[in-house]
């Protein structure tokens, strides 16, 4: 499957959190306040699940409005270009008509959304110096 470059190191957050909780010996019942006292032992205390699920939930809600802003502006964007919305549009047929299921990887192979509807010209000449480090 071919994968954009800017794509491939993508990490999800809330997998390496919980990976963070079971790589430790953390007891979800002892008192998170006693390491306090020892920085040796904060440094290897692993997350117990009340904090995996504070950190989730706080992603999810601040999440929310920059995502919805996101869109609308894509939105937006696309219904005031009607070409650029006419080559998204084929552009996303022949992606989904190749892998003939929708998944969260799709979006990789959308080199047209993501380079010219997300990024201004700016972030993406950013994006380019920084890959090429």
């Not at 909780?21 to 920085?39: F, S």
């Amino acid at each position: 499957m071919l994968v954009s470059p800017w794509f491939q190191k993508q990490k999800d957050l809330l997998q390496m959190m919980l990976n963070a909780h079971n790589d430790k010996d953390v007891n979800d019942d002892e008192a998170v306040h006693q390491y306090e006292k020892d920085p040796e032992k904060w440094e290897k205390r692993g997350l117990t699940l009340d904090e995996i699920t504070g950190n989730a939930i706080l992603f999810l809600l601040v999440g929310y409005d920059t995502t919805a802003s996101a869109l609308t502006f894509v939105s937006y964007c696309l219904a005031t270009n009607p070409d650029c919305q006419e080559k998204l549009i084929k552009e996303i047929d022949s992606v989904i008509v190749q892998i003939m299921t929708i998944s969260r990887r799709w979006i990789t192979w959308i080199g047209y959304l993501v380079k010219h509807c997300v990024y201004t010209p700016q972030e993406e000449e950013m994006a380019d110096m920084l890959r090429k480090k």
